[in-house]
């Protein structure tokens, strides 16, 4: 594969990426609701919205009607759904558009930070959504500057080790083990609960090791490959464990989502080790110089 093809191939991974995560995060905030009932359900956001003449009826609404919250809320999954279409449409001169994912990139903060407080500003619930956080950015700088780039490179290694980094630190049990983890595994393994925590403490230790090992050439497309394969398995994990023939829509409403929201765990990983799984260009130079030549009679 020639370097342009090679660019466009990664600039489609880091696209689709970006899109998955937007859409994703669309579905849950237009079919559920965004998380942002701890920064927004407060006395502070009452004051400002009395200042501008709205009522506590008309602030928390009624059994038929949506108060301001609820309709913000609403309003941001449009604006997901907008950052989605735009992460298919941008292009390397798409000034406006890439200044609007830039805005996504916003969003996105806002939400994890709104998921870090819920959780009791529990520091892995914020890192480990870094490389869904960084997306949008990412898919800007390969546009720019390319997707070979060192600044595109650092950045997704950024998100690489913040995402493998926040899980572990929850999966080694360094802050409190979430529960859905053990349910998961269990689920999925037909484990009990005992067998469930040794398995997770094992996959935790991994998942700091491959944080380390990306940095040594030797083996970093190595932890890069296995960043792809376990970053696509615990994606696919929540509608494995989750989903059912019982459920209406076998439970795809419920929990297809929360695969495809994941994306950049398993395409960051995916990107970094065909960068370095691809020959260099002196290394190409040299293998086509020493192939043997045929005639031509």
């Not at 880091?14 to 006395?43: K, N, S, V």
């Not at 083996?219 to 494995?240: E, H, M, S």
Request: glycine content about 8%.
């Amino acid at each position: 594969m020639n370097d342009t093809k090679f660019d466009k191939l990664l600039i489609l991974l880091f696209r689709l990426g970006a899109f998955f995560c937007f859409a994703g995060w669309t579905w849950t905030h237009l079919y559920w609701e965004g998380p942002y009932g701890i920064l927004l359900w407060q006395d502070s956001t009452y004051d400002f919205a009395q200042s501008f003449g709205f009522d506590w009826d008309a602030f928390v609404g009624s059994g038929s009607n949506d108060g301001i919250i609820q309709k913000s809320i609403s309003l941001i999954g449009w604006l997901y759904l907008a950052c989605a279409v735009l992460c298919l449409s941008v292009r390397k001169d798409s000034r406006y558009q890439k200044i609007a994912l830039v805005g996504g990139f916003g969003l996105f903060a806002s939400l994890f930070y709104a998921q870090y407080a819920a959780a009791q500003r529990q520091l892995p619930m914020l890192v480990e959504h870094g490389g869904q956080m960084l997306s949008p950015l990412l898919l800007i700088m390969a546009l720019t500057y390319g997707p070979r780039h060192r600044i595109t490179l650092a950045t997704a290694l950024v998100g690489f080790i913040a995402t493998f980094a926040g899980h572990g630190a929850y999966a080694v049990n360094l802050w409190p083990t979430p529960s859905s983890f053990y349910g998961m595994t269990s689920n999925i393994l037909s484990v009990d609960h005992s067998a469930a925590k040794s398995l997770l403490l094992v996959f935790g230790i991994f998942d700091f090791i491959v944080c380390i090992g990306i940095f040594t050439p030797a083996i970093r497309k190595y932890c890069a490959f296995y960043g792809f394969a376990w970053g696509l398995l615990t994606a696919i994990a929540r509608p494995v464990a989750g989903m059912s023939v019982s459920l209406n829509y076998w439970g795809a409403d419920l929990f297809l989502h929360e695969a495809i929201l994941r994306s950049p765990h398993f395409i960051i990983p995916l990107c970094l080790y065909l960068i370095w799984n691809q020959p260099s260009a002196d290394k190409r130079f040299k293998i086509s110089r020493d192939l043997p030549t045929q005639s031509l009679a």
